[in-house]
């Protein structure tokens, strides 16, 4: 079928035309039977007169004789109609219109309906369509009784030319409310259906946008009824679609950025352990990227037997498995690994790894432990020695006056180690806490050098240490005075100390790009190579020995440490062995 003829408007149309076509149809149908009912009353009482004559004439004449041809043909003329007569059987005797030899070749009319009824005693008449005429004729069948019994029958035919003219005028009536149906239904279904398939054709069109997934767009609803209340609906629903899916899309965003973001690394497997997906720290913890990665089994990806086999048994066994491990390739360090099993329909699909790297976490927790052993073991050294003399005294030495003197001295002496190890702890623990604030401001550098050379005045007279200061005069830094003055301190304490008689130490600047470099170089014995990555770690001494000797508690470059970085500068040293070292830190401008 056409796909027009599928439209509503066209539908629309058939029914209207239909409709009109029945109306019109039992209209003309009734107005028909009316006029054909008027006729034939009119006939009748025409022909009834007419009809008793022509009985009168047959009931005195002998029917059988030949003469009777003659006879029809006169009284036929004289009532201006067709005059049969039929005899008591059915067979014409005679007829107005026909000779002789036509009548007798004519069929029996016992069956004609005028006849029939005439037969049976009573006028009888009859309408119809006589084919040898081409015309409506009105039959009227009158009975010619003689001897108390029907004879024969005179039957008179004329032409319904009212009807038939009735007829013609119906038809064209007909023809033309017809046409006239056709046009209207045309219109009407158009106005109408226009009516209706605007909204209609609006709610298809929002329809096939929803479908597409343009849940943005609303029907435009200015129109009302159950189409209004469609429109309605169908916009209250993609509201509701927009709005959950805009609700998926964040969370999903969300998710993502998670994903992305997260400082764990996060691996998603499918059941035969290839890889689907992974974030970023996989990628940096691993140096892989997730392009080659997808697809590719997880022992491919990351050739490490200990982790994918934890994901084979989260995937085997169906249950969460997590591990501590240290992993030597393809990166070295320790790893947290968890794996889940993925669900869908109730069995495993895939695994979720997550990868936790805590090489640095571990690396500290060691340190620490090192630190407080270190700090045990720097408390404990003079304490021992401190105990040992109060017991020596305590045994009897204290009578003996001059080793008396000697061992409270020494007693004085390593007190006076605790108290400086115990004051550069909490120097450091000060400068670890977080809370701490840097109380920066203007200072001349060269002036806080001056004063902070002259302090320690009585240790380089004591070397014969010859100190130089070149930094410019008029160089302002801003900084914490007290905790810089600390670095000067211990960075020249450490030249002056780590140097043989006739010590020479420079303090000096140079001006980086964005930032001040302070130098301090010195003529000392020099840190070999391989302890140079190491002097800046606490209690780290290259001669454990001769620090202890020196007043030394391996935490002085520590604290230097942590001020510059406080104030958001670096750190360095450059030095070999018998040839000076020069310690440098630079500060932001
Ligand atoms: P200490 O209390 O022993 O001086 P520091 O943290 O100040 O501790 O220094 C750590 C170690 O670095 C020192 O024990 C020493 O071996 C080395 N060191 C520091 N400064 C110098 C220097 N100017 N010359 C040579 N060695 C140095």
Redesign the pocket.
């Known amino acids: 079928m056409p796909d027009i003829l599928k439209t509503f408007r066209f539908r629309l149309f058939l029914s209207y035309l239909a409709l009109s076509a029945v109306v019109l149809g039992v209209a003309f149908f009734l107005v028909y039977q009316r006029i054909e009912r008027a006729e034939i009353s009119a006939l009748r009482a025409k022909l009834s007169d007419e009809a008793a004559l022509v009985s009168a004439q047959l009931r005195s004449s002998d029917l059988s004789s030949p003469g009777i041809n003659a006879l029809a043909h006169s009284l036929g003329s004289k009532v201006r109609s067709r005059l049969t007569i039929i005899d008591a059987d059915g067979w014409v005797l005679a007829d107005s219109e026909l000779d002789g030899a036509a009548v007798k070749a004519m069929e029996n009319h016992s069956g004609r309906p005028e006849v029939v009824g005439a037969l049976e005693g009573a006028a009888s008449y009859d309408l119809r369509h006589s084919a040898t005429l081409g015309k409506v004729m009105l039959y009227a069948a009158y009975p010619v009784i003689s001897g108390g019994r029907v004879g024969a029958v005179a039957r008179l035919a004329v032409p319904a030319a009212q009807l038939e003219s009735a007829r013609a005028m119906l038809k064209k009536a007909l023809l033309a409310a017809l046409t006239l149906a056709l046009l209207l239904s045309f219109f009407l279904s158009l106005t109408v259906s226009a009516g209706l398939a605007r909204p209609f054709d609006k709610i298809v069109y929002g329809s096939k946008k929803f479908a597409a997934g343009d849940f943005s767009y609303r029907i435009q609803k200015d129109f009302h009824g159950e189409m209004g209340k469609l429109a309605e609906t169908l916009n209250s629903m993609s509201a509701a679609v927009e709005e959950n899916l805009r609700r998926v899309e964040t969370q999903a965003q969300q998710l993502a950025a998670a994903f992305a973001n997260m400082a764990e690394g996060v691996l998603v497997t499918d059941m035969s352990a290839r890889v689907t997906a992974l974030n970023p720290s996989v990628e940096r913890i691993f140096s892989i990227k997730a392009g080659d990665a997808i697809t590719r089994p997880l022992l491919e990806v990351i050739p490490n037997a200990g982790l994918s086999g934890i994901c084979a048994r989260a995937l085997s066994g169906g249950k969460p498995a997590s591990e501590e491990m240290e992993l030597t390739t393809p990166v070295r360090g320790v790893f947290s690994v968890n794996a889940v099993p993925i669900f869908e329909g109730g069995a495993v699909s895939g695994c979720l790894m997550v990868v936790h790297d805590i090489t640095e976490v571990r690396r500290l927790e060691a340190k620490r432990r090192d630190f407080v052993a270190n700090v045990s073991h720097e408390l404990k050294t003079p304490l021992t020695a401190i105990r040992g003399y109060v017991e020596t005294l305590m045994g009897g030495a204290i009578d003996d006056k001059e080793h008396a003197m000697e061992f409270l001295g020494v007693i004085l002496q390593q007190s006076r180690r605790l108290d400086n190890i115990i004051s ?1 702890l909490l120097k450091l623990s000060s400068l670890e806490s977080y809370a701490l604030e840097v109380k920066k401001e203007e200072l001349g550098l060269k002036d806080l050098a001056d004063s902070l050379i002259a302090g320690l005045a009585s240790i380089f007279k004591a070397k014969n240490a010859a100190v130089y200061n070149t930094i410019p005069a008029g160089l302002v830094v801003r900084a914490d005075p007290e905790k810089l003055g600390q670095v000067f301190i ?2 020249l ?3 002056v ?3 043989t008689e006739n010590a020479k130490v420079e303090v000096s600047v140079q001006e980086l790009p964005g930032s001040v470099k302070v130098v ?1 170089k ?1 003529s ?4 070999p190579q391989e ?1 140079l990555a190491w ?2 770690e ?7 020995a ?3 000797e ?11 440490k942590h001020v510059v970085e406080l104030h958001g500068g670096l750190v360095g ?1 450059e ?1 070999a062995e018998g040839r ?2 020069t ?1 440098w830190f630079t500060l932001p401008k």
């Open positions: 550069d211990n960075l304490d450490n030249a100390k780590f140097s301090v010195d000392g014995i020099g840190i302890h002097v800046f606490r209690f780290y001494r290259v001669d454990k001769r620090s202890r020196m007043g030394g508690t391996g935490l002085g470059l520590s604290i230097v040293v030095s000076g070292s310690f």
